[in-house]
């Protein structure tokens, strides 16, 4: 396993398919992380041009962009679902530690793959040797993995939403998962759905007939709730904003696990005490907005009760691109490499 000292020299990393919205988030948290040098970047639509020419507020990453990255020691394949996992499958085959920014490797059952997302896995073997890369779950697994999942944006705020209370037994196997993301999660190509005269002064529910993160967090859910098959009704939402998740979840209380006198201070300390150690969970003391995140790794979470529905209310959120996407990725590859986790990651929300 790789490991880095003060002294040590610095690990070489490759992003491939720099040219999405992840890829350039990536370039824009590795290029100032002290420990790392980005070594290569791919991206077919933009071979043979300077990253610069590409992305000129990354100027300062004096790179050619290639078809394909060279020899690296971590690589951070942030290719769509489907592309991604022969892409993977090569690197492992060199030796080089990957994290998966695609869904290609987070679903354990590959007889999902077809149903969710339109093709056969071609490397079910690896599933089982993926590591979830939720950190604040599964931390120790991710440390001496050589092939990180890193999680949807979505699967994020929703499943370290509902975590304590799955773990817990506190709530029913029904879960209600309404989310609302900003335009940047549908990615860098273009489309009328994500047309500025679309979105603009709008809101908009879609694929109520079960999203593509649907199974992902039902498997996470069902993993700490003890064997119990929960069941999620997730909703979510195109707004009119670049960056952001804000999620809402609700689900009855157990009443056969907790006293008449449970109520939300005590939900508040639950969360508290669950994510006291987590340096990139806060639980806030009123509901937080997406703005408050915007540009960091942060989770904000507000946990309360409706006493009169006997319901947990819990409101998270996240920027999509960072702790839904690249910034969870770095926060795997400083565990991997046994780095402080916030290492590369301290950066403030940006306000207004």
């Known amino acids: 396993m790789t490991t880095l000292t003060a002294s040590a020299k610095k690990v070489r990393v490759g992003i491939v398919n720099i040219t999405g919205y992840v890829g350039v988030e990536l370039a824009r948290l590795l290029f100032l992380h002290p420990q790392v040098e980005i070594a290569s970047v791919s991206g077919r639509s933009s071979a043979g041009k300077k990253v610069g020419e590409v992305f000129p507020h990354l100027s300062l990453i004096d790179l050619e962009i290639t078809s394909e990255i060279a020899e690296v020691d971590i690589a951070f394949v942030a290719l769509p679902h489907k592309e991604s996992a022969p892409v993977v499958v090569s690197l492992l085959n060199k030796g080089i530690r990957v994290i998966d920014i695609s869904a290609d490797f987070r679903l354990k059952d590959n007889t999902l793959y077809p149903e969710w997302y339109g093709f056969i896995h071609p490397a079910p073997e690896l599933l089982s040797e993926a590591v979830y890369g939720l950190p604040e779950l599964y931390r120790n697994e991710i440390s ?209």
């Open 144 to 352: 001496g993995a050589r092939l990180v999942a890193n999680p949807g944006c979505y699967p994020t705020s929703a499943i370290l939403a509902l975590a304590p209370l799955a773990k817990n037994s506190l709530i029913g196997n029904h879960v209600i998962i309404d989310s609302k993301s900003g335009v940047s999660g549908a990615g860098r190509s273009p489309s009328l759905k994500t047309h500025y005269c679309e979105t603009n002064e709008s809101i908009s529910a879609y694929a109520l007939e079960g999203h593509r993160h649907l199974p992902e967090i039902e498997q996470e859910l069902a993993y700490f709730m003890h064997g119990t098959k929960p069941v999620a009704t997730f909703v979510p939402h195109l707004t009119p904003m670049t960056r952001g998740i804000l999620t809402t979840t609700y689900a009855s209380l157990n009443t056969k696990q907790i006293s008449e006198s449970f109520d939300t201070e005590s939900l508040k300390t639950l969360y508290g005490d669950f994510y006291q150690d987590e340096p990139f969970i806060k639980i806030v003391s009123s509901p937080p907005s997406s703005k408050q995140v915007w540009g960091s790794n942060m989770c904000l979470i507000y946990p309360t009760i409706d006493k009169r529905t006997n319901h947990t209310v819990i409101v998270s959120t996240i920027d999509n691109i960072v702790k839904g996407a690249a910034g969870q990725a770095v926060q795997n590859m400083n565990i991997m490499l046994a780095l402080p986790e916030t290492t590369g990651l301290e950066s403030l929300a940006i306000y207004p």
